[in-house]
């Protein structure tokens, strides 16, 4: 069964940045395509970012896009986010997803296999 799971949170200070890495196992042929979620303090889990299985495919929120930068290296199965000019409201706990098919998607409901999280805390 596929397994994915998240590292590299902690507290970095406005316009710095991070890098979340989300390790994957359990799969036996195709690699699994990769979401990205946060959810901030009350608010609903949003998604962020996705890469498809071969890395040819890669989608950004408005809120993210030009700061953050997805990208996979299959021969380790992982799957790196890179976080630069972070801002107070990138704070929240950081989810990666897994999902065995084609493409890649933001949508929550298609992703099967869960980690845990990361919390982000973006503070002065």
């Known amino acids: 069964q596929l397994q994915v799971v998240e590292s590299g949170g902690g507290l970095v200070q406005p316009g710095g940045s991070l890098r979340l890495s989300c390790a994957a196992s359990?799969?036996?042929?195709?690699?699994?395509?990769i979401g990205w979620f946060r959810q901030a303090p009350g608010k609903g889990r949003e998604g962020i970012s996705c890469?498809?299985?071969?890395?040819?495919?890669?989608i950004y929120s408005d809120s993210v896009k030009g700061r953050f930068t997805i990208s996979r290296d299959n021969a380790k199965n992982t799957v790196v986010l890179h976080m630069d000019s972070l801002k107070f409201e990138d704070t929240g706990t950081y989810y990666c997803?897994?999902?065995?098919?084609?493409?890649?998607?933001?949508?929550?409901?298609?992703?099967?296999?869960w980690g845990q999280g990361t919390e982000v805390t973006v503070s002065s």
């Open positions: 997803a897994g999902r065995l098919g084609p493409g890649c998607s933001r949508a929550a409901g298609v992703y099967d296999y």
């Open positions: 359990g799969f036996s042929k195709d690699y699994p395509s």
């Open positions: 890469i498809s299985s071969s890395g040819t495919i890669t």
